[in-house]
């Protein structure tokens, strides 16, 4: 089935976007904390492809600096297997003449404070913008339906204009996949009633309308007696009954679902979106809508959420879906090529980041994901990364003592990466996902691991420094030394030369180890004890807790690296 599908969208001087470039996927979802302008990309897509230009005052709304315009720009792909729906051969030329290698750039730029520079059309060759008389509406008609279903809305304002919810273009999406043979009944039911109404045969059609053309044609005689009056009825089609399609629902009280709280209400958009992923064959007189879903999980339990998501991974064959989420159930290595990480960076604005240009490591993906501390680590601003269980109780520990207060506006999770093993690979997994402040703390043998010069390599350091470290502790068998055997080899002959500069450039990068070698060297009481961090209370239940605390308060320090 042939579709229009948005592939990207150039945004500037929207919301707190200042200018950004967003590649979308058929599924694409964006992510980030609350107020990182996650929804403005869901409005920015929405406005391009409205039906009405925006009042002065909504376009006042929209704009950053208010003495800029707005402007956005969609790149379509797919939008040539439609064009026969524009009925106006100039129009329909102007659009095909614009496409580039089956790519339809559009245009919208919105300027409350000068009419002439507000437009909407479709960007030529030489930069310019095509936007005849009555070009617009041509335009859409090849263009995808935007269907908005926001976070929060007020059911009394939907009931304003119940004909462009979100519930009435669902319902109606919905009876399309039924269209075709409702098509069929509608005609063969109102055959007749077309018979009657404009039959040229006078025994099928009614007398009295034939006797009141008659009437009318003698009233006109004079001046205008050569025009010749008739009488003509737009009857019903499938679109008319389309628009009116009811859902009421009886919870004590039978009333249409628009009237009902937003819990039903989103139950009922999961059921119809359930009816979508199962019908396959769409009546397809004109391109599937775009849905742009804000916080799909929003009124949702867990478990419907889970469903949900199913549900769109399923019909991301037949539509685009845009949304924003905090939910992990969205996530899943199938569709990781949506994800759209969102940050507002303090004077460039919001940004979103796009798929590194290499392509996502799929392997590498489905590795990490299947790790819980993972996926909830796709929500957070920054992440560091421990080795295991132990380690996370103990800086839990260590913020407590030291009364260390998380950055506010960096969102930072511990992630268990699951040994020292998976350290470099969890690493490269958050880095691939566009996180641009990844903490590695591992213990001191990690530097004498085989694995160690891949990340010397990752992080920009030789990675000739691990082999460098094993000859120093005359370690010379294929696996990996021990942390046992590290510690004591390095009390019995030193550290090597050059080891407080390699501590001190891992720490640049963003990769501190311990030491003494572990979190239980550093236990007052129980040292070399796992799970002695249950009885640290106070700084004197450590060894060395002025270097801990360095190692915290640098580890923990807002640092943006790539």
């Known amino acids: ?50 039906t009405k230009t925006p009042t002065k005052t909504d376009m006042a709304i929209l704009q950053n600096d208010k003495s800029q315009p707005v402007y956005i720009e969609g790149h379509f792909s797919g939008v040539g297997d439609f064009t026969s729906l524009v009925s106006v051969s100039n129009h329909k030329k102007a659009i095909e003449d614009s496409m580039t290698d089956g790519v339809l750039k559009v245009v919208r730029v919105l300027d409350p404070n000068n009419e002439d520079s507000t437009v909407f059309g479709v960007l030529k060759s030489d930069g310019t913008v095509h936007n005849a008389t009555g070009f617009p509406t041509n335009l859409l008609k090849i263009l995808p339906d935007p269907i908005s279903i926001v976070a929060t809305a007020d059911t009394l304002d939907e009931l304003k204009s119940k004909e462009n919810t979100a519930l009435s273009k669902l319902k109606k999406e919905v009876l399309i996949t039924f269209l075709s043979t409702l098509k069929e009944k509608t005609q063969t039911a109102l055959s007749g009633l077309n018979d009657f109404l404009h039959s040229a045969d006078e025994g099928l059609r009614s007398p009295e309308l034939t006797q009141l053309e008659r009437n009318l044609r003698t009233e006109f005689e004079g001046e205008f007696s050569d025009v010749i009056p008739s009488i003509e009825f737009q009857l019903p089609d499938e679109e008319v009954i389309t628009k009116e399609m009811k859902i009421f629902l009886d919870d004590g009280h039978k009333s249409e679902i628009e009237q009902k709280g937003h819990g039903l209400q989103r139950a009922m958009l999961l059921a119809l979106f359930r009816l979508l992923a199962k019908h396959g064959q769409r009546y397809q007189s004109r391109p599937t809508p775009i849905f742009l879903i804000g916080e799909f999980e929003t009124f949702l339990h867990p478990f419907a959420q889970k469903q949900l998501a199913a549900v769109l991974n399923t019909l991301v064959d037949k539509y685009q879906i845009v949304t924003t989420t905090h939910s992990p159930f969205i996530i899943s290595p199938e569709v990781i090529n949506g994800y759209r990480k969102v940050r507002k960076i303090p004077e460039v604005g919001t940004k979103a980041a ?42 839990n520990k260590l913020l407590s003592v030291f009364q260390i207060i998380l950055p506010p506006k960096q969102f930072t999770l511990f992630v268990k990466a699951g040994g020292k093993e998976e350290l470099r690979q969890t690493r490269k997994f958050y880095t691939q996902m566009n996180f641009d402040d990844v903490v590695i ?11 160690a010069k891949n990340l010397m390599k990752e992080i920009g350091m030789d990675e000739n420094i691990p082999q460098s470290l094993r000859t120093h502790i005359e370690w010379t068998e294929q696996g990996d030394p021990s942390l046992k055997y590290v510690i004591e080899k390095i009390a019995e002959k030193g550290e090597s030369a050059g080891f407080e500069k390699l501590i001190t450039d891992l720490e ?47 580890a923990l320090s807002c640092q943006n690296h790539t």
Do not use: Q
């Open 1 to 50: 089935m042939g579709r229009v599908l948005l592939k990207k969208i150039i945004i500037r001087n929207l919301g707190p976007i200042k200018e950004d470039g967003v590649i979308l996927d058929p599924l694409t979802y964006f992510v980030g904390r609350n107020n990182a302008g996650k929804s403005h990309y869901l409005k920015a897509i929405e406005t391009l492809l409205a």
């Open 354 to 395: 796009n798929p590194p240009e290499s392509g996502i490591d799929f392997t590498l993906v489905k590795r990490n994901l299947e790790r819980r501390g993972n996926l909830e680590g796709l929500f957070a601003d920054r992440i560091i990364l421990i080795e295991g269980d132990h380690d996370e109780n103990f800086f």
């Open 441 to 451: 703390i591992a213990d001191l043998d990690c530097l004498f691991s085989r694995d």
């Open 508 to 554: 640049a990068k963003r990769v501190f180890v311990f030491r003494k070698g572990s979190p239980e060297m550093y236990y007052a009481n129980n040292i070399g004890k796992k799970d002695g961090w249950a009885e640290i209370n106070t700084e004197a239940d450590l060894l060395e807790p002025a270097y801990l605390k360095e190692m915290m308060d640098k």
